[in-house]
C-alpha cells in the first residue's frame, strides 16, 4: 500500500513555457501532499505544502506565482513551474502524509515519495 | 529554526563490513524517520522510532533512537552492494506535518 505516481517522469521545455507536473496517491487518500526539490548529491528541500481543498502553504523563499499548486482532490496535487527558465531545471519528487498509528493511538507521519520528475529547461 | 544534521556525508565501505551513520537534531523530536534513496530513485521510507532510546532491527539494519530524543543512529553490518545509496533521517517539525531532513550520509560499497 502507500503507493504514490508521478507524471511525467522527465521533461524537457523552452525557457518561457510552463510545465504541470501531477502527483497521485494510488491507494489511499491523502489530504496534504508534500513537494520537493532536489539538486544533485544534496537533500530534499521543501518548497511547499499542498493541502487538500485549500491553499498550499509555501516555505520562506519559494515563489507561490512562480511555483503554483493546486490540490484539488484527495488524491491529486499538481505543481505548475510557470515561464520555466533554466535555473528552475532539477528533481521536482511530491510525497504524501501517512498518517501512523499503534495500538497506543495516533504517533506520527510518514511520508511516501514519488518517482519525481527531472526537469530540463534549455 | 530547527537543524538536523548527519554524519558522515560520505561513507566508502568495503563489502562485507559494517558501519554506523549518525542523525542529530537541534531540538527534541517526537519521533525521528529514516529513509533510503538509491541512485536516480527516489526517498523510500524505511522505518520510524517513537520511543526514547528504542532500538528497531530490520535484517542487517539497526535503527537506535537516542534517549533525549535528539540523535538517531543507523548501523549496517556485512555490507553488500544493495545497500549503495544516501540515507537520509528526518525528524517533525514544531508545527504541522512537515519533516527537516538531514544532509544526507552518501553510502559507497566497494566490491
Known amino acids: 500500500g502507500a503507493v504514490v505516481s508521478q507524471h511525467p517522469s522527465w521533461v524537457i521545455c523552452k525557457s518561457g513555457t510552463s510545465v504541470k507536473i501531477e502527483c497521485r496517491s494510488l491507494d489511499f487518500q491523502a489530504t496534504t501532499m508534500f513537494w520537493y526539490r532536489q539538486f544533485p548529491k544534496q537533500s530534499l528541500m521543501l518548497m511547499a505544502t499542498s493541502n487538500e481543498g485549500s491553499k498550499a502553504t509555501y516555505e520562506q523563499g519559494v515563489e507561490k506565482d512562480k511555483f503554483l499548486i493546486n490540490h484539488a482532490s484527495l488524491t491529486l496535487s499538481t505543481l505548475t513551474v510557470t515561464s520555466a527558465h533554466p535555473e528552475d531545471s532539477s528533481f521536482y519528487i511530491c510525497s504524501a502524509r501517512v498518517p501512523q498509528t499503534s495500538n497506543q493511538g495516533y504517533y506520527g507521519n510518514t511520508q511516501y515519495f514519488g518517482p519525481g520528475t527531472r526537469l530540463t529547461v534549455l | 529554526g530547527q537543524q538536523v544534521m548527519q554524519i558522515p556525508q560520505y561513507q566508502h565501505v568495503q563489502e562485507g563490513e559494517d558501519f554506523t551513520t549518525y542523525c542529530n537534531s537541534s531540538t527534541t523530536l517526537s519521533n525521528i524517520q529514516w529513509y533510503k534513496q538509491r541512485p536516480g530513485g527516489h526517498p523510500v521510507f524505511l522505518i520510524q522510532l517513537v520511543k526514547s532510546g528504542e532500538v528497531k532491527k530490520q535484517k542487517r539494519l539497526t535503527f537506535q533512537f537516542g534517549e533525549a530524543k535528539k540523535n538517531s543512529s543507523l548501523h549496517i553490518t556485512a555490507t553488500q552492494t544493495t545497500d549503495v545509496g544516501t540515507y537520509f533521517c528526518?525528524?517533525?517539525?514544531?508545527?504541522?506535518?512537515?519533516?527537516?531532513f538531514g544532509g544526507g550520509t552518501r553510502v559507497l560499497v566497494k566490491p
Open positions: 528526518a525528524g517533525p517539525k514544531a508545527a504541522g506535518n512537515k519533516l527537516t
